[in-house]
């Protein structure tokens, strides 16, 4: 491998004036020569000074017209020039060395793509630092090992959209991609893997992510565009649908049902649930209170993981059955 491969990097964006800025001041700052790496901006018509802005930093422009991520980074790797591709999200900043250290684990002839964890600045809103302890702590995210911290660098099943590198010609083979709602990285991460590549996470390939749905409303929406995504990837790879998934997606009417039943047949053993309910909300509280140090953080944690669990189930019941 050349010392400096060229790289193209791919940055879907819709609306985000508010965060685009910074994320091209980090590509500029990377520790990396500036005529080895392209930004391509691949925009769904945004309505804000989205567009604007990249074109200052000196980013090539192009449009998609199908809404959804997964239509825009087939839209851009049809532009690209690099041997490499990265992807990252215009509310993404990136670390300085992330290109630097993510090629070293190229190295190995059957890595196709290199990831890391997607980490929530400190000056989001406390709401999104509880998410942010969800997703890395509870079973609820059916397995999201990018939103965890692994420490060491470890092969894993897939690495996420907004922080990933991959070999050119290896996703010249397998895109483009179904333009799906969501989950078109773990679409695209498993077709890698059944080629028998190989996909690493490691803890030195960092970007920083102002996740644009840290409010319940977002958040809400989030959980079941992701569910939806998820089934819809498993439509056309049923592998790709863990048993985590199906348990997550199904329990919410199940539960439900049963304490509807429980209430009228035996009240006690309901209550015995809804405390058992309630102890494991509190469990996570005092988790996230223990290792964040705020109580601000923590008392959001409860209404996070009912968030999640909630709309993830909405979306896959609705999309098991559309």
Request: a negative charge.
């Amino acid at each position: 491998m050349t010392l400096h491969p060229f790289i193209s990097i791919i940055i879907p964006t819709k609306n985000n004036e508010d965060t685009i800025e910074n994320c091209m001041e980090s590509l500029e700052g990377l520790d990396y020569p500036e005529e080895r790496y392209e930004i391509l901006i691949v925009d769904g018509h945004s309505r804000d000074g989205t567009v604007a802005i990249a074109e200052k930093h000196g980013a090539k422009i192009f449009y998609e017209e199908g809404g959804t991520r997964a239509t825009a980074c087939n839209v851009g790797l049809t532009h690209v020039q690099g041997d490499y591709v990265a992807f990252t999200d215009a509310d993404c900043i990136v670390e300085r060395m992330w290109l630097t250290n993510a090629l070293k684990y190229f190295d190995d002839g059957a890595v196709a793509g290199v990831g890391g964890p997607n980490i929530v600045p400190d000056d989001v809103v406390f709401f999104g630092k509880a998410i942010d302890f969800v997703l890395s702590h509870t079973i609820f995210s059916a397995g999201a090992t990018y939103a965890k911290r692994l420490g060491v660098p470890m092969e894993v099943e897939s690495i996420g959209g907004c922080n990933s590198i991959y070999r050119t010609g290896v996703l010249k083979e397998i895109f483009p991609i179904d333009e799906i709602t969501t989950a078109e990285d773990a679409l695209l991460n498993h077709r890698i893997r059944l080629r028998g590549l190989r996909l690493i996470d490691a803890p030195d390939v960092v970007v920083w992510h102002y996740r644009h749905w840290d409010t319940p409303k977002l958040f809400f929406r989030r959980m079941i565009a992701y569910s939806r995504g998820r089934v819809q990837a498993g439509r056309i790879h049923r592998e790709i649908i863990k048993p985590m998934h199906k348990l997550a997606g199904f329990s919410l009417p199940v539960v439900v049902l049963a304490m509807v039943v429980l209430l009228f047949i035996d009240k006690s053993v309901f209550l015995t649930v809804v405390g058992t309910g309630l102890f494991l909300l509190l469990f996570f509280s005092i988790k996230c209170l223990h290792e964040t140090k705020s109580l601000d953080v923590a008392l959001r944690v409860p209404l996070v993981i009912m968030i999640e669990w909630i709309g993830w189930s909405i979306g896959y019941v609705k999309e098991t059955f559309t």
